[in-house]
């Protein structure tokens, strides 16, 4: 329904605030980023103004990431702790550094991404002005002359950071946080729970500022990009990571936050607790897959074909759906005739889902194997 109403209506994005708040902060957690973090740091300086700060975490770092974002002018602290390790320790060892003198506004960008001409000032002057936190529309691309063809996981990445958030967004309801781009009063967060190890500390800290009052919005015209691995085993070590954290939340949190929503009577979360409760696309689908076969197999023995016919219209809202986002926004990179690569795709995810069955401890927070 949220993509089916994101494709119907015009895109847009929030007018940036009239004003730049004068302090800014950049906040780079980066973990064993030497060779890829200068690029991010040129067009995070590109943008800044004098008076902002650009401060990266060096965080259990094992190669030189600390003195390379020195190198470059960046102001570094290092945080070594092999008992805590997770982005959201580095997110919480930069915010107290920064409490000393606060900014207006912090911003986080990941260590691999790179920034289009404006982000900064957009992210900082909608954050200001709807005193809120703001989300960038954060995209992945596949790097040049990679052997792994990364257009199924590039259309799928589309639907759930673009499609889903314009939805959103066309309802004036908030949006998820993803990781990187992301804006922040510094009242508002100052005080939110950030030392964690888990895998998607940016999905939750956006259920927890919408819990207190503050969801996030999105912001489409500020723009951050980041590339998928290189290499089959980083590729699927990547992927793993997010869907695992991901699933783990729907779990973990879900079945609260949606009591909790529905007891304050709290749209914004409850919005965001629906929509992180869908799981991957990919998941979605070959759950709706199975659910229809079941459902038609067990009508088939006699029993009450309501279920299959409930099934059966879910599927094919969901197939019109993704055929729609598509239309709009995935036959730039997922032309008709690489529809087949989706086998491939499915084949990778059911041995990552496979994988999950038998894993007894979350993936860790590390550098994705680019190589």
């Known amino acids: ?30 973990h064993n980023e030497s060779t890829g973090l200068l690029p991010t740091i040129a067009d995070i300086k590109a943008q800044l103004y004098a008076g902002d700060r650009l401060l990266v975490v060096a965080d259990n770092c094992s190669d030189d990431t600390a003195a390379v974002a020195a190198s470059a002018g960046a102001e570094v602290i290092e945080r070594k702790a092999a008992d805590k390790i997770g982005k959201g320790y580095a997110l919480d060892w930069g915010f107290r550094h920064l409490a000393a003198a606060p900014p207006d506004v912090v911003i986080v960008i990941d260590a691999d991404c790179r920034l289009a001409a404006g982000t900064i000032d957009r992210l900082a002057a909608v954050c200001a002005t709807m005193h809120r936190p703001v989300q960038a529309l954060d995209l992945m691309t596949a790097p040049e002359q990679s052997p792994i063809n990364h257009r199924v996981g590039e259309f799928a990445w589309r639907v759930k950071n673009w499609v889903r958030p314009l939805g959103l967004m066309a309802l004036k309801l908030p949006c998820q946080l993803m990781g990187t781009g992301m804006a922040f009063p510094w009242d508002v967060v100052r005080s939110a729970d950030l030392a964690s190890g888990r895998i998607v500390e940016d999905l939750k800290l956006g259920l927890d500022l919408a819990l207190s009052g503050s969801p996030p919005l999105f912001c489409p015209s500020a723009v951050v990009t980041s590339e998928f691995s290189v290499s089959v085993k980083g590729a699927e070590g990547q992927r793993e990571r997010w869907e695992y954290g991901h699933i783990n939340l729907i779990l973990t949190l879900a079945p609260r936050l949606l009591y909790l929503a529905i007891l304050r009577g709290n749209l914004g979360l409850l919005a965001l607790t629906l929509d992180m409760a869908i799981p991957p696309l990919t998941l979605l689908g070959l759950s709706l897959i199975v659910t229809v076969a079941l459902a038609g197999l067990a009508a088939f023995y006699g029993c009450s074909s309501a279920a299959l016919i409930i099934g059966s219209v879910t599927f094919a809202a969901f197939v019109l759906a993704v055929f729609l986002a598509w239309l709009k926004h995935g036959r730039d990179i997922l032309p008709p005739r690489s529809f087949l690569l989706i086998v491939v795709y499915l084949f990778r995810k059911l041995r990552i889902y496979r994988r999950f069955v038998s894993r007894r401890s979350a993936p860790r927070w590390i550098r994705t194997d680019r190589n």
Not at 5 to 19: D, V
């Open 1 to 30: 329904v949220i993509s089916a109403i994101a494709l119907a209506r015009p895109e847009g994005s929030l007018e940036p605030g009239k004003h730049r708040p004068r302090r800014i902060a950049v906040l780079v957690p980066a």
